[in-house]
């Protein structure tokens, strides 16, 4: 989709307007969010969510529009609250993206009141 391309990141960021039209990074960690936050939600609570703690990715091949990304993840560890996942994007030509990624179990109502302290 061209809205996830680098040079469409937002109004705010000038440094991007002039990049290639291709898979902007930071809309990779964001779908690799994503993956891992539908993947864990059936095994929540209601009141439970998870929030990013950690990204190690990398970004090894560029995706120029049109191709389709698809979202890998596997949990390989449970440790107390966190949450650790190996993943991965692909498109139709191979490797997108690898890497480690952690997630923390919260209270959501309990974070939310930590928030409006702040």
């Known amino acids: 989709m061209p809205r996830h391309t680098v040079p469409e990141l937002g109004q705010g960021w000038a440094g991007f307007s002039d990049m290639p039209p291709v898979f902007a990074t930071a809309m990779m960690i964001g779908f ?4 891992c936050i ?3 939600r059936p095994y929540l609570t209601n009141a439970q969510r998870t929030v990013g703690t950690h990204v190690d990715v990398s970004h090894v091949s ?3 529009v049109g191709r389709l ?3 890998s993840i596997e949990l390989t560890e449970v440790a107390g609250r966190t949450l650790h996942f190996d993943v991965s ?3 139709d030509h191979g490797l997108v993206g690898e890497g ?3 997630r923390a179990i919260i209270d959501f109502e309990r974070f939310m009141q930590k928030m409006t302290v702040r």
């Open 62 to 64: 560029a995706t120029p």
């Open 89 to 91: 994007c692909s498109d």
């Open 69 to 71: 990304v698809t979202a």
């Open 32 to 35: 690799i969010e994503q993956t």
């Open 38 to 40: 539908q993947g864990v």
């Open 100 to 102: 480690k990624h952690e």
